[in-house]
């Protein structure tokens, strides 16, 4: 059975005050992934599909009054454990993956995220590595703006192998 996105994302800290707090952070974390699948590619655009199904969002999420806003979005993201979320939503997505497959070809690249001009968030050069036989970024690392890929991708491979050897020698 697969646990829910909303109490696997339960694991990751919340940074913000306890004054304040509008929206529980399992639950915006949750919205902004849905609103990334449903075609989100800002952090406006996703505000704007909260607010076009605000009452599903409210119902599914738990939001008591409204959607967050792009302000909210964007102080939340700002303050985020990266690292933590991505460990969550890993364990989250893991069990629904099919068994990594033996000497599985890698794309390596390095992009820009969208918005990343207009919104200076942390995180918004990344190296990913993707495995395009099963479909999926294996894993992502934040980078500088101006940072060579092809040094960073050197020592992220040898991450990336290490890590794929001991999940190949824990089966």
């Not at 509008?22 to 996703?46: E, N």
């Not at 409210?58 to 909210?72: D, E, H, I, N």
């Not at 190296?127 to 479909?135: E, K």
Request: proline share 4%; glycine share 8%; hydrophobic share 45%.
């Amino acid at each position: 059975m697969v646990a829910s996105l909303l109490t696997t994302l339960a694991a990751v800290p919340d940074q913000r005050r306890a004054a304040g707090r509008r929206h529980a952070l399992p639950a915006v974390l949750a919205f902004l992934c849905c609103g990334m699948l449903c075609g989100g590619r800002s952090l406006l655009s996703i505000a704007e599909w909260g607010r076009a199904h605000e009452a599903w969002c409210c119902a599914v999420f738990g939001f008591r009054r409204c959607t967050p806003c792009v302000s909210t979005l964007h102080r939340i993201l700002s303050g985020l454990d990266v690292s933590a979320f991505e460990t969550a939503l890993r364990t989250w997505i893991e069990p629904q993956l099919e068994a990594p497959i033996t000497l599985e070809p890698l794309a390596i690249d390095g992009k820009a995220v969208r918005g990343a001009h207009d919104q200076h968030l942390p995180g918004t050069y990344l190296l990913s590595a993707f495995a395009s036989r099963r479909g999926a970024v294996l894993a992502q690392l934040a980078i500088g703006e101006r940072e060579n890929e092809l040094m960073l991708a050197a020592g992220f491979c040898g991450h990336r192998s290490a890590t794929l050897r001991d999940e190949d020698s824990a089966s």
